[in-house]
């Protein structure tokens, strides 16, 4: 009867999105520019959703909630990466806007080709995004899968969770391409602030009188929970500000991140959306404390189970409906942006491999295999979803790590002078070499490939990022003085 | 100042009080609205960063 209810709200909740994606396409013709960057005519306001999708994932929801239950204070790293990544993107994103519309870009690797006069390293970085999008949409199974388990009150198992969220995610999208997308960030965002309103502030003063009642008993039972650098706090500050600096340089790097700058309807939308965005991010100020209320609620939740943190006290203490409408805004904070994802992976392989190889010329080709190449994602993240059992912030930090790597060329690819594509791709290569290095040697030295690296003392993303960007400059000046050809001269 | 210095200034005083700022700041005490203190820190910051934005914005436009 319980499960019958919440399931019976998320399923309604679900369909009712798709429809709304499928109204705000109606009418619109699907040809590639329009179903992978939206015509480019986003308004500022759905732009605005577009962006900041990033915000409202399932990691959001879980995974930050699930960080401050299980690890403390330095899950406040997730409020200033965002913060710094909107800087970062209004000297950016306007500039990257300008040229893809210029030169006609669809991809986020067609700026590495283009920029850098390379098919090769738009291939490169076609596959780099395509590996590294697998753990984000693991993210999002993995999300999907603790959220219908709950909804079904244990009557559902994993498994038959986990497929079911898969089936939601194929046909969402199928359907929807970026507009659609777009328009279900509507729905997607309104139910999740309501959620998120609803466990941070609610729930806390129901039982704890405020969510600094919370906070109190958190700072009672756990001395040092609430510092970074507390005496229980198993990472240190230093790890903190390293990641935040990784990941805010991270954040528009994901393919599905440039098509919706190449989306904006103009170069002023999205300076306007860089000022304004951070605002979005102090909902996740009332996700913590969430997470703090679960952890004086329900202690003793360990590993990946911190993720369920708040919902099971949900699920335990509210009727079935209230679940439900909760479990709802986080099977969409899934749902939406892993279509997005699967979209932008099958995307880039399908361009800037397949077509710039020759294989799949025509649209019709093409289509085809951007579906077939969905479809692979999807099994490959459900495979790393079956091998990796890890923390929803441990998967988030895995392709963050990767998919920084692009970084240096985004930004050096936006100059008039630019270096060799051979410095730039050698650059990535010895970034993505270092990763696997540093995983091989952390599950060496035991627990997990993920266990480890979050608590090294450096983010070693951050420290590929370094060896990258060496790699980058020496063989750069080195290309330079042998007098090899430098990548084609600019037009502006 | 030139535009484009007062854009950079903007940009980096948030950058660096969300960064290295949050090292030096690293207290439960004083709590602020019931937050501990480096959150409140944090918090000020996501909200003061649209303003310092916000003149850069102007700035570049001008």
Redesign the interface.
């Known amino acids: 009867m319980n499960a019958g209810v919440a399931l019976g709200i998320v399923a309604v909740v679900v369909v009712a999105t798709i429809l709304l994606g499928l109204r705000g396409v109606r009418g619109v013709a699907m040809d590639p520019q329009e179903y992978i960057v939206g015509g480019r005519s986003i308004g500022a306001l759905l732009l605005w959703l577009l962006l900041a999708g990033e915000i409202y994932t399932t990691f959001t929801f879980l995974g930050a909630a699930g960080w401050a239950y299980g690890k403390g204070?330095p899950a406040?790293y997730i409020?200033?990466y965002g913060?710094?990544a909107?800087?970062i993107s209004?000297?950016i994103a306007p500039p990257i806007h300008r040229i893809a519309r210029e030169r006609g870009y669809l991809t986020g690797p067609d700026f590495f080709a283009d920029r850098y006069g390379s098919k090769a390293l738009g291939a490169l970085v076609a596959l780099l995004g395509f590996v590294m999008l697998v753990p984000y949409v693991t993210l999002q199974l993995t999300g999907l899968q603790i959220l219908l388990q709950l909804a079904g009150y244990g009557r559902l198992n994993a498994l038959a969770a986990v497929a079911l969220g898969f089936f939601a995610i194929a046909l969402f999208t199928f359907v929807a391409g970026l507009r659609g997308a777009a328009w279900a960030s509507v729905a997607k965002d309104g139910l999740v602030l309501l959620g998120v309103i609803f466990a941070g502030i609610v729930l806390p003063s129901q039982f704890f009188g405020?969510?600094?009642?919370a906070?109190?008993a958190v700072?009672r039972d756990h001395p040092g929970w609430?510092?970074?650098?507390g005496p229980s706090s198993p990472s240190g500050?230093t790890w903190?500000?390293t990641t935040?600096?990784l990941t805010a340089c991270g954040f528009f790097m994901w393919p599905q991140s440039m098509a919706a700058i190449y989306s904006a309807r103009n170069e002023d939308a999205l300076?306007?959306n860089?000022?304004?965005l951070?605002?979005y991010?102090?909902m996740l100020?009332l996700v913590?404390f969430a997470g703090f209320a679960a952890l004086e609620i329900l202690p003793g939740l360990k590993g990946s189970d911190a993720d369920k943190s708040f919902m099971l006290v949900v699920q335990q203490h509210y009727p079935a409906w209230v679940l439900g409408v909760i479990a709802s805004a986080g099977v969409l904070a899934a749902l939406v942006p892993a279509s997005g994802q699967l979209l932008a992976a099958a995307s880039i392989v399908g361009k800037n491999v397949l077509a710039d190889y020759g294989f799949a010329r025509d649209a019709e080709a093409q289509t085809r295999a951007t579906r077939f190449l969905v479809l692979i994602v999807a099994l490959l993240a459900f495979g790393f979803w079956a091998l990796a059992k890890t923390t929803l912030v441990g998967l988030l930090l895995i392709g963050y790590n990767g998919i920084t790597q692009l970084f240096p060329g985004v930004v050096l690819g936006l100059a008039a002078r630019r270096p060799h594509a051979l410095a730039v791709g050698a650059g990535i290569v010895t970034g993505i070499i270092a990763l696997v290095f540093f995983a091989v040697d952390q599950a060496q030295k035991g627990g997990g490939v993920v266990a480890h690296s979050v608590f090294a003392p450096v983010n070693t993303g951050l420290l590929a990022l370094v060896l990258n960007v060496v790699v980058l400059a020496v063989l750069s000046v080195a290309l330079r003085s042998s007098g090899a050809a430098r990548s084609a001269p600019v037009r502006r | 100042m030139s535009p484009r210095v007062v854009a950079a200034v903007c940009a980096v005083i948030p950058a660096l009080a969300l960064t290295l700022g949050v090292a030096l700041v690293d207290r439960l005490e004083p709590r602020i609205l019931g937050l501990p203190f480096v959150l409140a820190w944090i918090v000020a910051w996501v909200l003061l960063t649209p303003a310092f934005m916000w003149v850069a914005y102007r700035s570049t436009r001008a």
Not at chain 1, 210 to 213: D, E, I, L
Not at chain 1, 226 to 229: G, M
Request: charged share 10%; hydrophobic share 65%.
């Open positions: 204070a406040y409020l200033c913060t710094i909107y800087i209004f000297f405020s969510p600094a009642g906070l109190d700072i609430l510092v970074i650098a500050i903190v500000i935040t600096v300076r306007r860089a000022v304004f951070p605002f991010q102090v100020l913590f």
